[in-house]
């Protein structure tokens, strides 16, 4: 095995599709639709949010992809950076926002009444699962 990243590896998708056809043939219908362009958003448009998707998720496969759909459309590496920029902010901004419930778990982990207080409440609140990641 030359590296983990290989263009190349990509040519396998045929393979897996056959493995699973239904739940394949769902998901390339789902995507062609997504990506077909419409008076909404055109096509450019998409290709330049899935390179930012593609950076927040971390896929190499789709950053090298979807920026050679963008550049054929037309897009500009300064376009690339300024969505990059915008994903970078909103990640970081999401990061620090959640933030918050980190110091509330951690508050209600503090022994006393006042800890106890803010775990009652906390509870009442949010009665949903478990984290299951």
Same mark, same amino acid.
């Given at each position: 095995m030359s590296s983990y990243y290989d263009r190349s590896n990509l040519n396998r998708i045929p393979d897996m599709v056959k493995l699973a056809q239904p739940a394949a043939a769902a998901y390339l219908a789902f995507e062609q639709e997504a990506y077909a362009d419409s008076e909404v958003l055109p096509v450019r448009t998409k290709e330049l949010i =899935?390179?930012?998707? =593609?950076?927040v998720t971390g896929c190499p496969y789709c950053i090298d992809v979807h920026v050679k759909k963008f550049w054929a459309l037309g897009g500009t590496r300064e376009e690339i950076v300024q969505a990059l920029l915008v994903a970078a902010s909103t990640r970081a901004g999401a990061v620090l926002s959640h933030g918050t419930h980190a110091l509330l778990a951690y508050e209600e982990s503090e022994p006393g009444e006042a800890a106890a207080g803010r775990q009652q409440a906390s509870t009442a609140a949010s009665d949903g699962p478990e984290c299951f990641c």
């Open positions: =899935a390179v930012t998707v =593609a950076h």
